[in-house]
């Protein structure tokens, strides 16, 4: 494969990821599209880095979001490599972060890099403007005081 089939094929797999995994729920394309020596490199709360981790985190969003699904705006491949930046759109109907079902709809921005290696994806790293999300279900508010530590 050239370079650019290379990069296409790579953006196909996480167009499918974001799609039907994220976006429909289907976890056996999930098992298909995850290679089992996967690490995420910026985990979330709660979870592990690696494949169980992640399917977690999926599992966890389509509980809180059943209509969880992203809107992919642009991609960019560098050999196996992808950036994405998305937003995602749900509406809030299960437990999210301990706060309750607030029946809200929200949207939230997201980048994304994955690697993609023989058809699976590898490696994760990414940023979610969770704050966003978080003003949108009332689990923050500029008011709300944070805890640093020194």
Request: charge should be negative; hydrophobic fraction near 35%.
């Amino acid at each position: 494969m050239t370079g650019n089939a290379i990069s296409e094929a790579a953006k196909a797999v996480i167009r499918r990821n974001t799609d039907e995994v994220q976006g429909q729920g289907k976890f056996d394309v999930f098992d298909e599209l995850f290679a089992d020596g996967f690490v995420d490199h910026t985990t979330q709360p709660g979870t592990t880095p690696d494949k169980a981790g992640v399917r977690k985190l999926y599992g966890y969003l389509r509980e809180a979001f059943p209509d969880f699904h992203a809107v992919i705006h642009w991609q960019l491949a560098d050999g196996d490599t992808v950036t994405t930046y998305k937003t995602y759109h749900g509406t809030h109907e299960g437990d999210f972060l301990g706060v309750a079902p607030t029946h809200r709809k929200i949207d939230f921005e997201t980048v994304d890099v994955m690697r993609v290696q023989n058809g699976q994806i590898t490696d994760h790293w990414g940023v979610g403007n969770l704050l966003k999300l978080m003003q949108q279900i009332g689990g923050w508010s500029p008011g709300t005081q944070a805890l640093i530590a020194d």
